[in-house]
């Protein structure tokens, strides 16, 4: 949906070059992005994915496990996928270095 909204605003360049900052550095790692809106609050939650102990080189789902939630919310009206838009290019300015990304994928 974050793409597809990208796409009709004419953001997708930036989406891209965002997605490819993000999984630069922790090739192994990887995010989920959800999105809610309730009670007027907008809000993306971040799941970081690390492949199991016992798995060598992940495949599928099922080698990965949940490590960690991290969750962002706004107390603006707004559309929630625009938020969601901007919470990942903000979590792939000058990433790994800057400290949202630090947040939600290097920290234990």
């Known amino acids: 949906m974050i793409a597809d909204y990208a ?3 004419g953001k997708f360049e930036k989406l891209n070059t965002a997605r490819k900052n993000i999984d630069n ?3 192994s790692t ?4 959800d999105i809610y809106k309730e009670n007027g609050k907008c809000g993306v939650s971040f799941a970081r994915f690390t492949p199991k102990k016992n798995v060598l080189i992940p495949k599928y ?3 990965y496990e949940l490590t960690k939630v991290t969750t962002y919310e ?8 625009k938020f969601a838009l901007n919470q990942i290019i903000k ?3 000058n990433a790994p270095h800057n ?3 630090k947040k939600v994928v290097v920290q234990r």
């Open 91 to 93: 979590l792939s300015n």
């Open 99 to 101: 400290n949202m990304y």
């Open 25 to 27: 550095a922790y090739l």
């Open 30 to 33: 990887r995010l989920r992005v």
């Open 7 to 9: 796409v009709e605003h």
């Open 74 to 81: 706004t107390d603006k009206i707004s559309n929630p996928l």
């Open 61 to 63: 789902r099922n080698d």
